[in-house]
């Protein structure tokens, strides 16, 4: 069963060593994630995913990534390294999220990871919740995404005046655990505002059914023109 989940923006920015010169920008959201994984920790979970957009690859526990492809000579691990572990490099998502369980000082559930498909149908993604809940007793989830890219002018997919819209009622959901209004996020209109997030949204959507998890808005802004949340579910 899922007993926690924490919901956060996936931008490799998020790394200091990345954003470089403009990494103070984002100290409010980083923080805010931390406390975030705190809440997972204090669930004691069985098992930890750490779940975000990508191309649908499972990663094993110890699997490794990195930020080299942005400059930066920086390795992580999805918990505990494990130079065995088979399988290609961590998707960008899932490198930010292990990135951030290492700032943490994660030391509890082992930890693996679900690159999700971002055009993945809701019905599909809400399955696989149901899926990864039902495989310990104790399941915790790390939930990388972002909101829409379109929220302003400079923003990677210019401005579109329907994304604070789209964000807002998104923010709201993921604050308030609320599965249905997660469930009915449109996955036309998340396109066109090249939401990340809500694949990922959705599967966790699945994966609290039944649990009971009350949710809680940490952080809600949106830098560069994309909307960032951060939640914890517990």
């Known amino acids: 069963m899922l007993v926690a989940a924490a919901v956060c923006p996936c931008p490799p920015l998020l790394v200091p060593e990345v954003a470089a010169g403009a990494a103070p920008e984002l100290d409010t959201a980083r923080a805010a994630c931390l406390d975030a994984v705190g809440v997972l920790a204090a669930s004691r979970p069985d098992l930890l995913v750490v779940v975000g957009p990508g191309d649908g690859r499972e990663y094993p526990a110890g699997g490794h990534g990195s930020f080299r492809g942005f400059g930066v000579a920086l390795d992580v691990t999805l918990g505990a390294p494990d ?9 960008d998502s899932l490198a930010v999220g292990a990135w951030l369980l290492d700032r943490a000082r994660w030391t509890g559930a082992p930890v693996e990871g679900l690159a999700v498909d971002g055009r993945g149908p809701a019905a599909v993604c809400a399955r696989t919740g149901q899926e990864l809940a ?3 007793e104790r399941v915790a989830l790390l939930v ?14 210019y401005l579109d005046e329907r994304a604070e819209a789209f964000d807002a009622r998104a923010t709201e959901a993921l604050g308030s655990a609320d599965l249905a209004a997660l469930d009915a996020l449109d996955e036309t209109l998340a396109y066109e505002l090249k939401v990340a997030g809500r694949a990922p949204w959705q ?23 994309v909307g960032y949340t951060v939640a914890a579910w517990s």
């Not at 130079?83 to 998707?91: C, I, K, Q, V």
């Not at 599967?203 to 023109?225: H, M, N, Q, V």
């Open 203 to 225: 599967l966790l959507s699945g994966a609290a059914r039944g649990a009971g998890l009350a949710g809680r808005l940490l952080y809600e802004d949106a830098p560069y023109g």
């Open 134 to 136: 039902a495989r310990a």
């Open 83 to 91: 130079p065995a572990a088979p399988g290609p490099a961590l998707a």
């Open 144 to 157: 990388m995404g972002d909101g829409s890219a379109c929220r302003t002018l400079k923003a990677p997919g």
